[in-house]
Antibody, heavy 123, light 108 residues
Framework: QVQLVESGGGVVQPGRSLRLSCAAS????????MHWVRQAPGKGLEWVAV????????FYGDSVNGRFYISRDNSKNMLYLQMDSLRADDTAVYYC????????????????WGQGSLVTVSS | SSELTQDPAASVALGQTVRITCQGDSLRTYYASWYQQKPGQAPILVIYNKNIRPSGIPDRFSGSNSGNTASLTITGAQAEDEAAYYCNSRDSSGNHVVFGGGTKLTVL
């Protein structure tokens, strides 16, 4: 079965960097686009970024554009989110999620989610 | 990017029908999807491409779309359906994703 397991979260000071990882298994990782979605404590879901199945294209939400960078290693079935210049309002649970379409990109539905990794930005 | 608007809360009596709506300009062009999220858990996809249920989702969940409004209907709500429900779609640019603010459903 599809499994997505995030790691790398923790407490970090404002202005510092952190890298999240998402280990994928149970499906052909290299044929699916992947997303990061976050959820601040007590708040709703916010889309963060997407990467094409082959890494050829990436798009970011307005609030993280220029500070966060999504990448993947298809040889290791891994997805990453490099987060730079972190701010207090980046505090959230970060989920990796699989796009619903193989080879193409739906950008409209995510059919599998990890359990999330908590990032707390605080001095 | 465009926005999707949901009512913050809704309630339904056990066994009755409830409709949760999601409004946004991008819904005139792109399908909405719906997710259920219970406290402390990751979201689960319940409806995509307007009205398709993933495997394992009960058939009491259905979706529809009219103009700029997408709807999630639960027919015969069960106690386990108490959760937050989020809609999402592509935004108007077509390259970004947007989520609604979520509707917290209480089953009475």
């Amino acid at each position: 079965q599809v499994q997505l397991v995030e790691s790398g979260g923790g407490v970090v000071q404002p202005g510092r960097s952190l890298r999240l990882s998402c280990a994928a298994s149970g499906f052909t990782f290299s044929s699916y686009g992947m997303h990061w979605v976050r959820q601040a404590p007590g708040k709703g879901l916010e889309w963060v970024a997407v990467i094409w199945y082959d890494g050829s294209n990436k798009f970011y939400g307005d609030s993280v554009n220029g500070r966060f960078y999504i990448s993947r290693d298809n040889s290791k079935n891994m997805l990453y989110l490099q987060m730079d210049s972190l701010r207090a309002d980046d505090t959230a649970v970060y989920y990796c999620a699989r796009d619903g379409l193989q080879w193409l990109l739906s950008l409209s539905y995510f059919d599998n989610w990890g359990q999330g990794s908590l990032v707390t930005v605080s001095s | 990017s465009s926005e999707l608007t949901q009512d913050p809360a809704a309630s339904v009596a056990l066994g009755q029908t409830v409709r949760i709506t999601c409004q946004g300009d991008s819904l005139r062009t792109y399908y909405a999807s719906w997710y259920q999220q219970k406290p402390g858990q990751a979201p689960i996809l319940v409806i995509y491409n307007k009205n398709i249920r993933p495997s394992g989702i009960p058939d009491r969940f259905s979706g529809s779309n009219s103009g700029n409004t997408a709807s999630l209907t639960i027919t015969g709500a069960q106690a386990e359906d108490e959760a937050a429900y989020y809609c999402n779609s592509r935004d108007s640019s077509g390259n970004h994703v947007v989520f609604g603010g979520g509707t917290k459903l209480t089953v009475l």
